[in-house]
């Protein structure tokens, strides 16, 4: 298989162009913009490798890609909105740039091309590609209004933050390598193992994403850490954190969340290591890590053309920033 680097520069070729006409300018150049500045384009690259795992790959799955590279940043678009975010990626968030009203619409047209692109693949398998696109599309927005809810709730267990984790991250990146795995001719078998290590590969990510934030690197993290203390998110960590923590450190937790700034983040983070947050959120990492990877060793191809993938999983797991 081709490694990750050579697929993503592959399809940077065909993706670096205007998506979008020319006018009306302020609906079209915001929507532009957003994909002009960047991004990892991880989904997009596993649609591509889930082709490629069972045979050459073909245009549909370049299709198929921008698809969901537009999709995805249709969802970037709203997120932001809805979490006044004045920066993504280092750059002024669409609807600080253009106001809300044009970030909504320039979301909407996103979405629309997404689907144009989904037009141009193959009738052989658009009725399947289609209804996994358009429940994985549900159940992004699931995601997004259940993490919303839960901001609003002091008793969220983390199976209830799993299964949101699970809408809101891993099943985009799940839908990527069966879409290609799907246009690579996979079968239904081979195609659920590869959905499912998309799945439980997105859920170690997100432990990661939520362990670095708190007990990162700042030098490696390249930002201060403590983000989504500062913000009161329930994440991983806090979660396991209130349920395991004595009445009293459940009060000392609770006097931390309303003090300001980094004393906060201090705080609280002392109390997680007392509860032993840190040693256990890298073992349920390693949990859904194991997971993932039986889910790739059950794929029946040849073990040697699972190695791009294994690869990638390693380096998406084993970051410090």
């Known amino acids: 298989m081709t490694p990750f680097e050579d697929l993503l520069r592959q399809f940077e070729a065909r993706f670096s162009r205007r998506h979008f006409p020319e006018t009306p300018a302020t609906l079209y150049d915001p929507a532009q913009y957003i994909l002009g500045i960047g991004g990892k384009r991880i989904r997009p690259v ?8 069972f045979d050459a790959i073909r245009p549909d799955a370049f299709e198929m890609a921008t698809a969901i590279e537009l999709f995805h940043n249709f969802t970037l678009i709203h997120d932001d909105i809805m979490d006044k975010a004045p920066l993504r990626r280092g750059h002024a968030t669409v609807h600080a740039k253009w106001g809300e009203n044009s970030a909504l619409l320039a979301g909407d047209v996103m979405l629309t091309m997404a689907y144009e692109y ?19 599309v549900l159940e992004v927005s699931e995601g ?16 209830e933050y799993l299964h949101m984790i699970t809408l809101k991250t891993s ?35 997100q432990i990661q994403d939520d362990y670095l934030d708190a007990f990162g690197d700042p030098a490696k993290f390249g930002k201060q850490v403590g983000g989504d203390i500062m913000a009161g998110k329930k994440t991983f960590l ?5 349920k395991t923590c004595t009445p009293a450190q459940a009060s000392e937790l609770q006097h931390w969340m309303t003090v300001p700034g980094r004393d906060r983040v201090e705080g609280v983070l002392s109390i997680m290591r007392a509860c032993g947050a840190d040693g256990w959120a890298a073992d349920l990492k390693q949990h859904y890590t194991g ?31």
């Open 46 to 53: 596993l649609c591509l490798m889930g082709n490629e795992l």
């Open 118 to 136: 989904l037009n141009k693949i193959d009738l052989s398998y658009t009725r399947r590609i289609m209804s996994l696109f358009n429940r994985t």
């Open 144 to 159: 997004q209004q259940l993490d919303m809810d839960y901001e609003q709730r002091s008793d969220v267990t983390l199976e």
């Open 171 to 205: 099943v985009l990146l799940a839908c990527s390598l069966k879409t290609g795995a799907i246009i690579g001719g996979s079968s239904q078998g081979n195609s659920e193992h590869l959905y499912q290590f998309g799945k439980n590969l997105g859920i170690a990510f």
């Open 238 to 242: 806090m979660l396991h954190t209130l």
């Open 291 to 321: 997971l993932a990877m039986q889910n790739l060793e059950d794929v029946a191809v040849l073990s040697g053309r699972k190695e791009a993938l294994r690869r990638l999983a390693g380096d998406l797991l084993q970051r410090d920033h």
